[in-house]
């Protein structure tokens, strides 16, 4: 029995709260645990990342947004040292439907290493600290999020401020939040700023999540062209490539139609590298001429033709109001991109593959990268295993628990009230049978002692007897005689017959409870669950985050109504498979008492009698008991 309880104590422990270590300031009251897998279990990477604007998703699947400001700005990210605090961007925060998207700048990722850092919240007096400029380092020049509207210019997150010159034309939903849409039409064009220029030989990033919908023919995604110069960047029939003065790199995989894929083009003082998903997939060996000119997204410079020569470009030039002139001779044979973008970065340096593999990983929708952990309190108590996982119960999931609550506790309080009674009611039934079984033929003897009324009071043989009892002193009453007929007899047994339904009902009352508890609370669960799962997925499709970290808080969370469900029915099934035994032989003892009376009295009253003894009260020495 040690053994056993000891088992169950340290299982009981594993859900209780651990208390947590080091609190970076006591203002907050909440944290939360967020890992960076590098290793083989996670995102496989084996080379040092570095610096990394890593992408934190949150959603009902891994985050409650309760204990915090409305917008969010009471966030912060704190390295495992619980003293460096991290810069982020939040592009995105709506507690009510569940969602955010938020930049983190965390300053090294090491290779096939697991990384902690903190986001803790919880402070209604903390200011927003949201800024992209310094989220992003300083080597990125370029980064729309397009967390905008439709119709107005693309915003540039970083500092140098590089806003469209174009409007985006359509928005959808992107990887990260919204994403551009391209059906086609006008390209987005960036403007020529000196932080975009790229001088000759120069390093350069270009890199976007990239969803071709008709990727026929040749189309262009990346186009810049400078005094018979050009950089472009596109798609063959499907196939990515890069192109540098008609250059272009060797053929690589084809891009799956309408399905987003990360594009990353790095270019060095040695060669240019084209990256699909996080891989490099091709390469030239080429470096890239001066290019200061305006870049369109989406499609060629607008008002560009080729040269009537072969291999020929014609020279492009740009007025201070960023207006192309060409001298036109044949028309381009690139035609626009039919498909979304989103997530464009343009750097001033060769990023390294391993960054650009994290970025794939970090930003996809199967994030392995990324994992959440439990939610700490500031007082230094974490909510355990136990408690993250009531944390991740959504609110409609809440309603059916406080249901399932009330009906557990309203089956344990009948079962309890219910074996208590039948418990005094058998073992007062048992007394009454031994002083009963000594009276004989005295059957009137022990109906005015009431010093065995209130020992045996709660005994149903007991009140059958007075019923029995009550029932022969009537008939005395109104016939004068002390003979019962037989069909005296039968009516008196009737009356015991009654009496006995009775307290059957009795015994059974409240029953019904307990059998729709058993029925009902597993379906109740289950009703917990399918909204619990559905809420999950619609949290978990819209933001876009479809890991099995994600998923696996909201389905555990979900799958609790079930158990809860359960937790229900089967004590109610034992409870009341225990009860209507105990009734049953209650009831046994009640029928067997009432075919021993009436034949007793069949005996004392009966008209075959020839006599009848007057009844004497017994004495104490009599009757024990």
Same mark, same amino acid.
């Given at each position: 029995?040690?053994? #056993?309880?000891?088992?169950?104590?340290?299982?009981?422990?594993?859900?209780?709260?651990?208390?947590?270590?080091?609190?970076?300031?006591?203002?907050?009251?909440?944290?939360?645990?967020?890992?960076?897998?590098?290793?083989?279990?996670?995102?496989?990477?084996?080379?040092?990342?570095?610096?990394?604007?890593?992408?934190?998703?949150?959603?009902?699947?891994?985050?409650?947004?309760?204990?915090?400001?409305?917008?969010?700005?009471?966030?912060?990210?704190?390295?495992?040292?619980?003293?460096?605090?991290?810069?982020?961007?939040?592009?995105?925060?709506?507690?009510?439907?569940?969602?955010?998207?938020?930049?983190?700048?965390?300053?090294?990722?090491?290779?096939?290493?697991?990384?902690?850092?903190?986001?803790?919240?919880?402070?209604?007096?903390?200011?927003?600290?949201?800024?992209?400029?310094?989220?992003?380092?300083?080597?990125?020049?370029?980064?729309?999020?397009?967390?905008?509207?439709?119709?107005?210019?693309?915003?540039?997150?970083?500092?140098?401020?590089?806003?469209?010159?174009?409007?985006?034309?359509?928005?959808?939903?992107?990887?990260?939040?919204?994403?551009?849409?391209?059906?086609?039409?006008?390209?987005?064009?960036?403007?020529?700023?000196?932080?975009?220029?790229?001088?000759?030989?120069?390093?350069?990033?270009?890199?976007?999540?990239?969803?071709?919908?008709?990727?026929?023919?040749?189309?262009?995604?990346?186009?810049?062209?400078?005094?018979?110069?050009?950089?472009?960047?596109?798609?063959?029939?499907?196939?990515?490539?890069?192109?540098?003065?008609?250059?272009?790199?060797?053929?690589?995989?084809?891009?799956?139609?309408?399905?987003?894929?990360?594009?990353?083009?790095?270019?060095?003082?040695?060669?240019?590298?084209?990256?699909?998903?996080?891989?490099?997939?091709?390469?030239?060996?080429?470096?890239?001429?001066?290019?200061?000119?305006?870049?369109?997204?989406?499609?060629?410079?607008?008002?560009?033709?080729?040269?009537?020569?072969?291999?020929?470009?014609?020279?492009?030039?740009?007025?201070?109001?960023?207006?192309?002139?060409?001298?036109?001779?044949?028309?381009?044979?690139?035609?626009?991109?039919?498909?979304?973008?989103?997530?464009?970065?343009?750097?001033?340096?060769?990023?390294?593959?391993?960054?650009?593999?994290?970025?794939?990983?970090?930003?996809?929708?199967?994030?392995?990268?990324?994992?959440?952990?439990?939610?700490?309190?500031?007082?230094?108590?974490?909510?355990?295993?136990?408690?993250?996982?009531?944390?991740?119960?959504?609110?409609?999931?809440?309603?059916?628990?406080?249901?399932?609550?009330?009906?557990?506790?309203?089956?344990?309080?009948?079962?309890?009230?219910?074996?208590?009674?039948?418990?005094?009611?058998?073992?007062?039934?048992?007394?009454?049978?031994?002083?009963?079984?000594?009276?004989?033929?005295?059957?009137?003897?022990?109906?005015?002692?009431?010093?065995?009324?209130?020992?045996?009071?709660?005994?149903?043989?007991?009140?059958?007897?007075?019923?029995?009892?009550?029932?022969?002193?009537?008939?005395?009453?109104?016939?004068?005689?002390?003979?019962?007929?037989?069909?005296?007899?039968?009516?008196?047994?009737?009356?015991?017959?009654?009496?006995?339904?009775?307290?059957?009902?009795?015994?059974?009352?409240?029953?019904?409870?307990?059998?729709?508890?058993?029925?009902?609370?597993?379906?109740?669960?289950?009703?917990?669950?399918? #909204?619990?799962?559905?809420?999950?997925?619609?949290?978990?499709?819209?933001?876009?985050?479809?890991?099995?970290?994600?998923?696996?808080?909201?389905?555990?969370?979900?799958?609790?109504?079930?158990?809860?469900?359960?937790?229900?029915?089967?004590?109610?099934?034992?409870?009341?498979?225990?009860?209507?035994?105990?009734?049953?032989?209650?009831?046994?003892?009640?029928?067997?008492?009432?075919?021993?009376?009436?034949?007793?009295?069949?005996?004392?009253?009966?008209?075959?009698?020839?006599?009848?003894?007057?009844?004497?009260?017994?004495?104490?020495?009599?009757?024990?008991?």
């Amino acid at each position: 029995m040690q053994r #056993l309880l000891m088992i169950f104590l340290v299982c009981v422990s594993t859900l209780l709260p651990s208390v947590a270590h080091a609190w970076w300031q006591q203002d907050w009251e909440y944290r939360k645990q967020i890992s960076i897998d590098t290793t083989a279990e996670g995102g496989a990477i084996n080379e040092r990342v570095g610096r990394v604007p890593l992408l934190v998703r949150l959603h009902t699947g891994n985050f409650q947004f309760d204990g915090m400001q409305d917008n969010g700005g009471d966030i912060r990210f704190v390295l495992a040292d619980d003293q460096t605090v991290l810069n982020h961007q939040m592009e995105s925060f709506d507690p009510l439907m569940g969602m955010a998207q938020i930049w983190v700048d965390v300053p090294a990722v090491e290779a096939a290493q697991l990384q902690d850092i903190w986001m803790y919240y919880g402070n209604p007096d903390a200011p927003a600290t949201s800024n992209g400029q310094v989220t992003f380092d300083p080597d990125y020049t370029l980064v729309y999020h397009f967390e905008g509207s439709a119709g107005v210019p693309a915003r540039d997150t970083t500092a140098y401020s590089n806003q469209s010159q174009t409007s985006v034309v359509a928005l959808t939903d992107g990887v990260v939040g919204r994403a551009a849409q391209f059906t086609g039409g006008e390209p987005l064009m960036l403007p020529a700023s000196p932080s975009l220029a790229v001088p000759a030989a120069g390093a350069f990033t270009f890199s976007a999540w990239v969803r071709a919908d008709q990727p026929a023919g040749e189309q262009l995604i990346y186009a810049r062209r400078d005094a018979g110069n050009a950089l472009l960047i596109g798609l063959n029939q499907g196939i990515p490539f890069v192109e540098v003065n008609g250059q272009r790199s060797s053929q690589g995989q084809p891009m799956t139609a309408g399905q987003w894929q990360h594009l990353a083009v790095t270019a060095s003082a040695e060669q240019l590298v084209l990256y699909v998903n996080g891989r490099e997939t091709s390469s030239l060996a080429a470096t890239l001429p001066p290019l200061s000119t305006v870049t369109a997204i989406g499609g060629d410079i607008p008002g560009f033709t080729a040269s009537a020569a072969p291999g020929a470009e014609a020279a492009v030039d740009e007025t201070t109001e960023g207006v192309v002139s060409v001298e036109t001779v044949a028309s381009s044979p690139y035609t626009a991109f039919v498909g979304a973008i989103d997530e464009i970065r343009l750097s001033k340096t060769a990023r390294p593959a391993a960054l650009l593999q994290a970025d794939f990983l970090a930003q996809g929708s199967d994030s392995r990268l990324v994992t959440h952990g439990v939610d700490e309190q500031q007082s230094g108590i974490n909510f355990g295993g136990l408690g993250f996982l009531f944390n991740a119960v959504p609110f409609d999931a809440w309603i059916i628990l406080a249901i399932l609550a009330f009906m557990m506790v309203q089956t344990w309080i009948i079962m309890y009230r219910k074996n208590r009674r039948v418990t005094r009611m058998a073992r007062a039934n048992e007394e009454f049978r031994q002083v009963f079984s000594q009276v004989g033929t005295r059957l009137e003897s022990l109906m005015d002692d009431r010093e065995l009324a209130n020992r045996v009071q709660d005994s149903s043989t007991w009140r059958l007897y007075q019923v029995g009892i009550n029932e022969v002193r009537t008939r005395r009453s109104q016939q004068g005689a002390n003979t019962l007929s037989a069909s005296t007899l039968d009516s008196i047994s009737v009356s015991l017959d009654g009496a006995r339904t009775l307290e059957n009902r009795q015994l059974a009352s409240q029953l019904g409870i307990l059998s729709n508890a058993i029925a009902g609370g597993p379906y109740i669960g289950l009703l917990g669950t399918v #909204l619990g799962i559905m809420v999950v997925f619609l949290g978990t499709a819209m933001a876009g985050d479809v890991n099995i970290n994600a998923i696996a808080p909201g389905m555990a969370a979900a799958l609790l109504a079930t158990a809860a469900g359960l937790f229900v029915a089967i004590p109610a099934l034992f409870g009341y498979n225990r009860l209507t035994g105990r009734n049953r032989e209650v009831s046994q003892d009640m029928r067997m008492f009432v075919d021993e009376f009436i034949t007793r009295l069949s005996e004392a009253y009966g008209e075959a009698s020839q006599s009848v003894s007057p009844q004497v009260k017994h004495s104490p020495e009599q009757i024990p008991a």
